[in-house]
């Protein structure tokens, strides 16, 4: 039996001071409501009530008991009443949210930005790492994911595609020479991550043509930023998202290697694990950054990102 429903069905009884009142109250028969209190005493290994066919009364463990679960029960009921209160209240609260690494760009600081100057009362909570966390089981309210597959027991969300661009330093070409088509790659050092597999990726180019990404590794990283940085230093090539080099290829820092051929488009899909019960912050995160988000891909594409077939509710 459920404990919640006996905790309320005692309280019932001695404050009205019958069984049959407090049975009625919850919508259940008085029999059920005496197996109820039964299995409470059980479970309690004590007696709460002194009965009879015409009197009711509390025992002294019963009246502590009653004092005690009547608090619990008080502080339930408030919980449960601040809960729908903030349904449609104004978001607050921590929301914890993973995200790449190469989210760490003064781009992402200002979409931050944004959004605290709208939602003051929302603590973001935000931690970068270029690995998949369990979202439920290491407590993460979202995650944001560059990528082609969306995981189908989670509710993914497209925000816009993120482009990656193959780059190297010009010092680093002046020594080595500048690739002609994509099978010239090969012919230098690359920064590779080790999170995810480049080797073999298809590159297409506008008219049709097709080939597979092929590279040499000088170095394996984890972090993106460190890969970024390593490129400047003129230690290899790297395949890099354009929210972290976009400003490098503006200024000439950087040079994208054959540039007419392209991976497969990835999209950006904010994660999280139910649309059930959704908390005001996270509703309000998640709608900031379509909006935020959504006319930078309009101006480049021409059309806001396709969104995927509809996911199951985990």
């Not at 914890?96 to 190469?102: G, R, Y």
């Not at 998640?286 to 909006?291: G, H, K, Q, S």
Request: hydrophobic share 45%; with cysteine; glycine share 6%.
């Amino acid at each position: 039996m459920d404990r919640l429903t006996s905790l309320r069905l005692f309280r019932g009884v001695v404050e009205s001071g019958s069984f049959a009142r407090a049975a009625e109250a919850m919508g259940i028969s008085a029999p059920m409501a005496s197996r109820h209190i039964a299995q409470l005493e059980r479970s309690l290994g004590t007696r709460l009530l002194h009965r009879s066919s015409r009197h009711l009364s509390l025992t002294d463990a019963g009246r502590s008991w009653y004092e005690q679960s009547s608090h619990a029960l008080d502080l339930l009921d408030s919980a449960e009443a601040a809960l729908v209160a903030d349904a449609d209240a104004t978001p607050r609260g921590r929301l914890k949210v993973s995200a790449p690494v190469w989210f760490g760009t003064p781009r992402m600081a200002g979409l931050l930005a944004d959004y605290h100057a709208r939602c003051p009362e929302v603590l973001v909570d935000l931690h970068l790492a270029n690995r998949r966390v369990d979202l439920v089981a290491d407590g993460f309210d979202l995650a944001l994911r560059a990528t082609r597959e969306p995981a189908a027991a989670l509710i993914a969300r497209p925000l816009c595609t993120v482009d990656f661009h193959i780059v190297a330093a010009p010092g680093y070409l002046a020594a080595s020479g500048t690739p002609a088509q994509p099978e010239d790659l090969a012919g230098l050092g690359a920064i590779v991550p080790s999170y995810v597999q480049l080797e073999g990726r298809v590159l297409r180019a506008a008219d049709g043509r097709q080939t597979t990404l092929r590279l040499t590794p000088v170095m394996r990283s984890d972090d993106t930023h460190l890969t970024r940085h390593a490129v400047h230093a003129g230690l290899g090539i790297a395949y890099l998202p354009a929210w972290l080099v976009d400003d490098d290829l503006a200024q000439g820092r950087l040079v994208e290697l054959v540039p007419e051929w392209r991976g497969p488009a990835t999209t950006l899909f904010a994660v999280y694990a139910s649309r059930q019960h959704m908390a005001p912050a996270l509703r309000s995160f998640i709608d900031f950054l379509v909006a935020a988000l959504a006319p930078a891909e309009e101006g480049r594409t021409g059309r806001p990102p396709a969104a995927p077939p509809p996911s199951p509710t985990r």
